[in-house]
């Protein structure tokens, strides 16, 4: 069973361009939950998603920045205009079908996709 | 507002356990002990979770004091490929926002040949 897929693993971007990061959840999981790590620091709550909805987006800065997990295809997270304190490595968690936030509820993660702004 | 408190850093010696202390003197009654690890430039790694008996699996076990104010993960046999910072968390059951996971600065382990 194929774990959660994030891509790419490395993206490099300059001031004003945009980063489009991607995330597969793992086979039969249909909740998705993404995180951000800045250098130093521990990793942070951005969003959660079910298909084709937004459930939580209390961590993602207002402007920016925005998520999306199609009917088909896997969850994108945009960021516009990116700054250099968007330079972070973005990972992204799922976990089955189900109560989410249950204690049973266990999230597993990608690899990891570390931004680069230049 | 942290709930729990590691010391920032261990060693062990490989093949030895490799005992990892977590306080969380404040936990209620429903919150149950996560924990997670991340290996260097890796995502993170479920381990084990408990809410007030022992739990082990394949990977380690966790003991939960009777007060439930600390725990401790176990590493039974630390091999080289365990260093990595290990993070304990807590989590309400049920429902409501508790899916939002929340990293502290954990434990670096570190072990040596």
């Known amino acids: 069973n194929a774990g959660v897929m994030q891509n790419p693993r490395h993206l490099v971007r300059r001031r004003g361009q945009e980063a489009r990061l991607r995330c597969s959840p793992m086979?039969?999981?249909?909740?998705v939950y993404w995180y951000r790590q800045l250098p130093e620091e521990g990793l942070k709550f951005m969003v959660y998603?079910?298909?084709?909805?937004?459930?939580?987006e209390s961590g993602m800065p207002k402007e920016r920045f925005s998520a999306e997990f199609p009917k088909e295809g896997p969850s994108i997270l945009r960021i516009q205009q990116v700054v250099r304190g968007d330079s972070a490595a973005y990972f992204c968690?799922?976990?089955?079908?189900?109560?989410?936030?249950?204690?049973?509820?266990?999230?597993?993660f990608g690899p990891g996709t570390r931004l680069t702004v230049l | 507002d942290a709930k729990t408190t590691q010391p920032p850093s261990m060693d062990c010696a490989e093949g030895r356990a490799a005992n990892l202390p977590c306080n969380h003197s404040t936990i209620s009654g429903n919150e149950y002990v996560y924990w997670y690890r991340q290996i260097h430039s890796q995502g993170p790694q479920y381990i084990i979770h408990g809410l007030k008996n022992n739990e082990t699996n394949e990977m380690a076990s966790l003991i939960i004091t009777e007060d439930r104010k600390s725990s401790t993960l176990i590493l039974p046999h630390a091999t080289l490929r365990d260093t990595a910072v290990y993070y304990c968390m807590l989590r309400p059951g049920g429902g409501g926002s508790n899916y939002k996971l929340t990293f502290g600065k954990g434990t670096l382990l570190t072990v040596n040949p």
């Open positions: 086979k039969g999981h249909s909740h």
């Open positions: 968690a799922s976990s089955p079908p189900g109560t989410s936030g249950s204690s049973t509820d266990t999230q597993y």
């Open positions: 998603l079910q298909k084709e909805n937004i459930i939580d």
